[in-house]
């Protein structure tokens, strides 16, 4: 009879169509649980002329999976995101200010050079190696994010940081793939610094 | 059953977003953001797909254990929708998953890609030997810069720059200030300045050359920096760049060759992504397929099962008896002209039924008509089956016949017989009758029973020929015996009337004659001969009388009076008649019980006087010799079935009526007494008659013999009987109360 065999045919034939959709399919969306690939060296601001700057330094650490889709002329973008907030105990933390850099690194198979460009502000920079180029990346200096007017006082401040690969500007495929899959999460937790007034 | 416009609707966003996300892999940016949001809104849209299925599975399956009308059929249809879809989708899914895997695959060659790195090798090849050309050129022209006067240097710089070919050409120090420069474009004053490795590099090793493309920008160039002091360490020290264009077919060519390799590289990479999301899509399709096939499978198989449900429950419905069931009409296929047939069918039956229930009304009604005609007829009818048993018989029948027939429906005559055997004779001569003959048949039947001698007259005719009448009888009959009776009295009046006047007439002359005789010859005759003389006129004479006697007992019989009637009181007249016999005490004495206030009663007192006197005469008569006769009169009023009477008693102590001569005593010239002309009762009678009145005899249980006699009281009553009894006055012997019985079932039918 009919409504004997039509759930199990029904139910196997979605199991089917996900083993056929990801057949190693690891636990999926594993994001920012692992080891992190972007280590935030340091990060702090400074006051000067009552404008709070940003000095940080990360290391990023491409998986070779990120390489290879460079070298095949795949752009990466990298984001980094800055905040200032005013945390409270029993609320979510007020935030103050909110800056995000972002960049493009693509590769140019003829010349071999790697070109870093800051999506803000449209500068491009040519690198001849990985090295140099994640070198640039990842050294923000004097970075403004905030008038001292914007704070007050008597309040406690902090500002935090963190850095990610943005999926959402891989390839259709690949940042599908991505959802899926750990092998395509590059991000950092959020580095935490007091801002004193 | 929810609506097919929603679900369509939804269907086709699904599809329509299934298109997207096909397109979208096909790196179309439009739809590309959506990705994500077209995935989740198919997802969802599985999801309300498998909800609705599942109502719809749960619903079935309940019918189907409820063995709901139409739920079978719908099981089977919905099972060979899927599997239509299923089947045939199953393969092809599984074919093109097939197709992709190999497909996808066979884009990448092993070759090709080498091709491609051969390519992008040889492109660089080129730009280097261009790189190379433009080094040379610059370090060949380095050393002639005079260097100490800056306002020559930008001459000499110019100068370089067309000699060059160079696009650009500039005086830079290390610590990034320009010296002096040179552009193609004389609006360009600031030279493109080289990054701070570039710097180094070039100072570092004397020099460097470098290709630079960047987006934005129509053409690479090629930028050749050169130091010019050896002393790199130095802030400011000085280096020359020139920037030349990297125009022309080389720029084009390495151009396209590097897009080449980065699409093929590219692809190679995003090869497996690209099975997973093209399996996925697929997938999502199969998915959407098979659960829409389903859905609409379902909906489908419930329409089509809907008028053969319909028609399953209304074919129910008549089968139960309900005529009047009819389906709405739908469409104009086969099963709407089903539908159509249902209807007319029904509407068949039911007009049918209703021809049928008239017909019964109406043959109901031609039995009722004919029952009540046949139980107000006085002839009984009685019918038989083929096998002689009774039918059906009607009251007055059982009046005849004094049994009660409806006793005996579905008994044979036989058995009638049995049970009474005063009705064998009536039932071995019908019997023959009956037999064989088709024909009508008449026949008169005499019966001897507790009410006297019955004439019957019987007739019979075969039952028409239908299937349960067949070979049946009907049997009418009729009491005939008072018409007889009637007409015996009618006769005997008419001899009476005759005798009287062909005898009287001669009888005058004769007494005269012999008186004569007697009177002139009998002084004159010898002693002898004149007492032979005297005897035999004496005799004459006597017997002349006693026939005058005769002769006007006859008149008196054969007379019919016109009556006058006045209102009398009865016992007045029974009084006075009584007195005269009071000279006679010694033979006759009399016992009175009138009725004292009796109602006065319309009658002819000269008939009545006569009565009376018969009566009286009668009972005299019938006393011994010797003995004295007591005469007893008796009247009392009575009332029966709303018939008020006057009863009239007489009875006496004699003998009572001989046996061989009970039930005639009314007729002429039946006597049990040696003197008497046979007449008296019958003139009793016939002036009972003509008042309207009933008599009968009985024997008396003490003795003597009882003439009883009814009169009514007034003379509308009497018309009424008159009319009723149209026999005028039946003679019952001995039993009032059965003559009463069969007036009062008379009244009743």
């Given amino acids: 009879m009919i409504h004997k065999t039509n759930i199990p045919a029904f139910v196997s034939g979605v199991l089917f169509v996900l083993m056929a959709s990801g057949s190693a399919l690891q636990p999926v969306f594993a994001q920012e649980g692992d080891r992190p690939n972007v280590e935030i060296l340091s990060a702090g601001a400074v006051l000067k002329h009552q404008v709070y700057y940003l000095n940080a330094r990360f290391r990023l650490r491409l998986k070779p999976q990120m390489v290879e889709a460079l070298h095949a002329g795949i752009p990466l973008t990298f984001s980094v995101s800055v905040e200032v907030y005013r945390p409270r105990n ?48 990842g050294t923000v200096v004097e970075l403004p994010i905030l008038d001292r007017n914007l704070l007050n006082p008597d309040d406690e401040y902090r500002g935090r940081m963190r850095v990610r690969m943005d999926r959402e500007d891989l390839p259709l495929p690949l940042r599908l793939q991505s959802y899926f899959y750990s092998d395509w999460t590059l991000a950092s937790d959020w580095y935490t610094w007091p801002i004193h007034f | 059953m929810g609506g097919f416009g929603p679900i369509l609707i939804l269907l086709l966003s699904l599809l329509a977003s299934l298109y997207s996300m096909s397109t979208a892999m096909e790196n179309s940016q439009p739809f590309g953001e959506f990705y994500f949001y077209l995935l989740a809104l198919n997802i969802v849209g599985i999801l309300v797909l498998i909800v609705l299925i599942g109502g719809n599975l749960i619903r079935l ?210 090869h497996e992504p690209l099975k997973f999301s093209f399996v996925l899509t697929l997938s999502l399709v199969l998915i959407l397929s098979v659960l829409s096939a389903t859905w609409v499978a379902f909906y489908f198989a419930r329409k089509l099962v809907a008028p053969i449900r319909m028609l399953a429950i209304g074919t129910r419905v008549v089968a139960s008896g309900d005529y009047d069931k009819r389906l709405p009409r739908y469409g104009n296929d086969e099963i709407g002209y089903l539908v159509d047939s249902f209807n007319e069918m029904t509407q068949r039956i039911a007009d049918a039924r209703d021809e049928v229930a008239q017909s019964h009304l109406l043959a109901e009604r031609e039995r009722a008509y004919l029952r009540s005609v046949l139980g107000s007829l006085a002839s009984g009818v009685v019918t038989l089956d083929a096998e002689r048993r009774v039918l059906t018989v009607n009251t007055a029948a059982t009046q005849i016949l004094s049994v009660d027939l409806s006793g005996y429906v579905g008994r044979t005559l036989t058995e009638l017989a049995d049970d009474w055997p005063d009705l064998d004779v009536f039932v071995k001569i019908i019997e023959p009758c009956l037999e064989g003959s088709r024909d009508d048949w008449h026949n008169e039947v005499v019966l001897f029973g507790s009410s006297g001698r019955r004439v019957l007259m019987c007739s ?75 005897r035999a006129t004496h005799t004459i004479v006597q017997q002349v009388e006693v026939m005058k006697e005769l002769v006007k007992a006859f008149a008196e019989y054969a007379r019919t009076p016109r009556l006058i009637l006045t209102r009398q009181d009865l016992n007045t007249v029974i009084h006075e008649v009584c007195d005269l016999y009071l000279g006679e005490k010694a033979r006759v004495g009399f016992s009175l019980k009138l009725a ?154």
């Avoid at chain 2, 160079?166 to 600031?190: H, K, Q, Y």
């Fill in chain 1, 90 to 137: 029993y609320l979510w933390d007020a935030g103050v200010a909110l800056l995000e850099q972002r960049y493009r690194l693509t590769y140019q198979p003829l010349t071999e050079h790697y070109v870093l460009k800051n999506l803000n502000s449209g500068v491009e920079n040519d690198f001849p190696n990985l090295v140099a180029a994640s070198d640039v990346l």
């Fill in chain 2, 61 to 270: 399956i309940r019918q189907y254990r409820n063995q709901a009308t139409g739920a079978r059929l719908t099981v089977k249809l919905v099972f060979m929708f899927v599997m239509l879809v299923v089947v045939p989708v199953g393969v092809l899914y599984y074919f093109s998953l097939q197709f992709i895997q190999r497909g996808i695959d066979s884009w990448f060659d092993v070759r090709i890609g080498q091709a491609f790195d051969s390519a992008i090798e040889l492109s660089r090849t080129a730009v280097t030997d261009k790189k190379r050309a433009y080094l040379h050129q610059i370090l060949m022209v380095k050393d002639r810069l005079p260097l100490s006067s800056i306002s020559q240097v930008s001459v000499d710089l110019a100068k370089l720059r067309e000699k060059t070919q160079a696009s650009e050409i500039a005086l830079l120090t290390s610590g990034g200030r320009i010296l002096a420069m040179s552009s193609v474009d004389p609006n360009d004053i600031t030279p493109q300045l080289p990054d701070e490795w570039m710097t180094r590099l070039a100072l570092e090793r004397g020099s460097y050359v470098h290709l630079e493309k960047r987006k934005g920008q129509e053409e690479g160039i090629i930028r050749v920096t050169v130091a010019l002091s050896e002393d790199w360490l130095l802030t400011n020290a000085m280096f020359l760049q020139a920037v030349f264009p990297m125009s022309g077919r080389l720029d084009e060519l390495s151009g396209r060759i590097e897009d080449a390799y980065t699409h093929y590289k590219r692809l190679n990479v995003l």
């Fill in chain 2, 460 to 534: 019979g005719a075969a039952l028409p020929e239908f299937s349960d009448l067949s070979g049946g009888h009907v049997i009418v009959f009729e009491d005939v015996t008072d018409l007889i009776q009637a007409q015996r009295d009618a006769a005997w009046g008419e001899v009476a009337r005759r005798l009287a006047h062909e005898i009287k007439n001669p009888l005058t002359p004769i007494q005269l004659s012999a008186e004569r005789l007697r009177k002139r010859y009998l002084r004159s005759m010898a002693p002898e001969e004149a007492q032979v003389l005297d």
């Fill in chain 2, 596 to 749: 004292s206030g009796l109602p006065h009663v319309e009658i002819d007192a000269g008939r009545i006087r006569q009565l009376m006197h018969n009566l009286i005469k009668n009972a005299i008569e019938a006393g011994g010799d010797g003995e004295r006769c007591i005469v007893t009169i008796e009247t009392l009023y009575g009332n029966d079935k709303g018939v008020d009477f006057i009863e009239l008693l007489v009875h006496d102590n004699g003998p009572g009526i001989p046996e061989e001569i009970f039930g005639k005593v009314f007729e002429p010239y039946v006597t049990g007494k040696r003197k008497g002309s046979g007449l008296g009762l019958p003139i009793v009678k016939k002036i009972v008659e003509e008042h309207g009145g009933m008599i009968w005899s009985k024997n008396r249980t003490e003795g003597g013999a009882c003439i009883m006699i009814r009169l009514p009281i007034d003379h509308t009553l009497r018309d009424h009987m008159l009319g009723e009894h149209a026999f005028g006055g039946h003679v019952l012997e001995d039993s009032p109360e059965k003559a009463l019985a069969a007036r009062v079932n008379k009244g009743e039918a």
